[in-house]
């Protein structure tokens, strides 16, 4: 048996040695497909396709999926150059700032901006999946690690969707890990099975007259009922207290910086004193300089 399986690690060496349909089976997860997928492309039952992956794994390691498809992709990216021309999107760590590089449809709104800070990018992920990217980018900083997969769902007007790629690490002289460049996999939508878990809402707010609008989805969102003298200000109430100046100010700040857009994740105590994440999404529309209308997109995860 491959010493890598007793280890648990993967031999990087040993992929050249799987066959033709092994090398298949791990081009096609490193696609993003599921073994459901897999199965139906290559033609064959689940039960033949769990026989590849024992062997691909009796020989390369016994490893998650994520592991063998970074190591195959390691692999078959021989150069960087041939990794760099299917780049999607690059990191600059030391700057802060995440950069558009193909022009491949993206998924992340707004699609037409190929530049903002990682704070921003950062905005668009699950709540519940941010820490672990946090983490695993401060993992990399200093460690070995050349190459890594994630998986994690974005958040979008229109409700969820799984994002996934396999990302390379590029590190300076020191060992420090300063640019991230990544290929993106296919996307899943998974906006139908988690379509009760996330609630949206839309408001409007006039910046010259004040009035401010919201639908049901905000109300729901909110757990405003009927009639109220000041929709915005029965909002703001919701919102936990720790939070409540940055909420406020939210709109302001972005006016101020000369923004068309801007988003930020908060969180809204519910009745039993506990809290849930809400993200807030905003377009500012401008009429030459002045600001005239804010249009804003309330996403709520139960």
């Given at each position: 048996m491959n010493d890598a399986r007793n280890r648990g690690r993967v031999d990087r060496e040993a992929i050249a040695s799987l066959s033709a349909r092994e090398r298949e089976v791990l081009a096609l997860a490193v696609d993003g497909l599921l073994d459901k997928e897999i199965s139906q492309e290559l033609g064959v039952t689940l039960n033949t396709l769990r026989t590849y992956w024992s062997r691909i794994r009796g020989k390369v390691g016994d490893v998650s999926r994520s592991a063998l498809a970074v190591a195959f992709i390691e692999h078959s990216s021989t150069t960087s150059e041939d990794f760099d021309a299917e780049l999607d999107w690059e990191i600059d760590l030391l700057a802060g700032m995440w950069r558009r590089v193909s022009d491949r449809p993206f998924p992340l709104p707004p699609s037409e901006r190929r530049e903002m800070p990682l704070e921003e990018i950062f905005s668009f992920f699950h709540p519940d999946d941010l820490p672990h990217l946090r983490k695993m980018l401060a993992d990399i900083e200093w460690d070995e690690t050349s190459a890594f997969s994630y998986r994690a769902r974005l958040i979008g007007h229109e409700g969820?969707?799984?994002a996934s790629a396999f990302v390379r690490v590029v590190r300076d002289d020191s060992g420090r890990a300063v640019r991230l460049l990544g290929r993106r996999t296919p996307m899943h939508d998974l906006k139908e099975p988690d379509i009760r878990s996330i609630l949206v809402g839309h408001w409007t707010r006039d910046l010259r007259s004040g009035e401010f609008t919201g639908d049901d989805g905000f109300r729901t969102i909110f757990g405003i009922e009927g009639d109220v003298p000041d929709l915005r200000e029965a909002a703001f109430k919701r919102f936990h207290p720790d939070e409540l100046n940055h909420t406020r100010n939210f709109v302001s700040d972005a006016?101020?910086?000369g923004?068309?857009?801007?988003?930020?994740?908060?969180?809204?105590l519910s009745t039993d004193g506990s809290f849930r994440w809400v993200t807030t999404d905003i377009i500012i529309q401008f009429d030459e300089d002045r600001p005239l209308k804010v249009l804003g997109t309330v996403i709520a995860f139960n």
């Open positions: 969820q969707a799984e006016v101020a910086a923004r068309t857009h801007a988003r930020s994740t908060h969180r809204l």
